[in-house]
């Protein structure tokens, strides 16, 4: 691997890592990371600060995702390793996002940069994973059962459309994260204490 390949990923997770939900919120004098689920992520900022700031956080966490591997696919040079260098990126992406160096490794769940990830992979397919996202929530009542539920259909998604082995590698790694970033939500889910969307409590 090049030395401008290492860097690309270098500067993937640095990206990644980029807290926007607490940019967003420093004019507010609220710490989103003591307040509501503590989480750095769109859901927490919007519940805590309104849906317009909710939504800017979601779009820079989504942008964040995509906007790395869309940049190395486009500038760097053609090697036969280019595929990896740009899944590694990625890869790099979203753990910056769950473990932020600027924040002692203490991040977010992961879903809006998978989002971004997803979306760079197959744009389409995305439709199809937010249509599951919007089902689950719906009949569940629950976020976080949505958020589960939506990551995972990426991966048959894009084995049906039969994408490249690297970019269903990539979203097992991404959806394995964001499950693994979930355990809370799914313990309190397992033991009926996971508040519901629309529960005001």
């Not at 967003?24 to 004098?29: E, F, I, Q, T, W």
């Not at 609220?30 to 989480?39: F, K, L, M, Q, V």
């Not at 964040?64 to 990896?84: D, S, Y």
């Not at 389409?124 to 719906?138: N, T």
């Given at each position: 691997?090049?030395?401008?390949?290492?860097?690309?990923?270098?500067?993937?997770?640095?990206?990644?890592?980029?807290?926007?939900?607490?940019?967003?919120?420093l004019?507010?004098?609220?710490?989103?990371?003591?307040?509501?689920?503590?989480?750095?992520?769109?859901?927490?900022?919007?519940?805590?600060?309104?849906?317009?700031?909710?939504?800017?956080?979601l779009?820079?966490?989504?942008?964040?995702?995509?906007?790395p591997?869309?940049?190395?696919?486009r500038?760097?040079?053609?090697?036969?390793?280019?595929?990896?260098?740009?899944?590694?990126?990625g890869?790099?992406?979203?753990?910056?996002?769950?473990?932020?160096?600027?924040?002692?490794?203490?991040g977010?769940?992961?879903?809006?940069?998978?989002?971004?990830?997803?979306?760079?992979?197959?744009?389409?397919?995305?439709?199809?994973?937010?249509?599951?996202?919007a089902g689950?929530?719906?009949?569940?009542?629950?976020v976080?059962?949505?958020?589960l539920?939506?990551?995972?259909?990426?991966?048959?998604?894009?084995?049906?459309m039969?994408e490249?082995?690297?970019?269903v590698?990539?979203?097992?790694?991404?959806?394995?994260?964001?499950?693994?970033?979930?355990?809370?939500?799914?313990g309190?889910?397992?033991?009926?204490?996971?508040?519901s969307?629309?529960?005001?409590?």
């Amino acid at each position: 691997m090049t030395p401008l390949e290492i860097l690309c990923i270098t500067a993937a997770y640095l990206v990644g890592a980029i807290p926007f939900g607490i940019i967003l919120s420093l004019g507010s004098g609220i710490d989103i990371r003591t307040r509501g689920s503590g989480n750095i992520g769109a859901t927490n900022v919007a519940r805590l600060l309104g849906r317009k700031l909710g939504i800017l956080t979601l779009l820079a966490d989504i942008a964040k995702g995509f906007l790395p591997m869309f940049a190395v696919a486009r500038f760097l040079p053609e090697t036969p390793q280019k595929n990896m260098v740009v899944a590694l990126c990625g890869a790099a992406t979203v753990l910056g996002h769950m473990f932020p160096v600027y924040l002692g490794f203490k991040g977010g769940k992961g879903v809006a940069t998978g989002l971004g990830i997803f979306f760079y992979l197959a744009p389409v397919g995305v439709l199809v994973c937010l249509a599951v996202f919007a089902g689950a929530v719906a009949l569940s009542g629950f976020v976080s059962v949505g958020s589960l539920l939506g990551a995972l259909a990426v991966i048959p998604t894009l084995w049906f459309m039969a994408e490249p082995h690297w970019k269903v590698a990539l979203a097992v790694f991404v959806v394995v994260m964001i499950w693994l970033k979930h355990y809370q939500n799914i313990g309190r889910l397992l033991q009926g204490t996971e508040k519901s969307w629309r529960k005001k409590e």
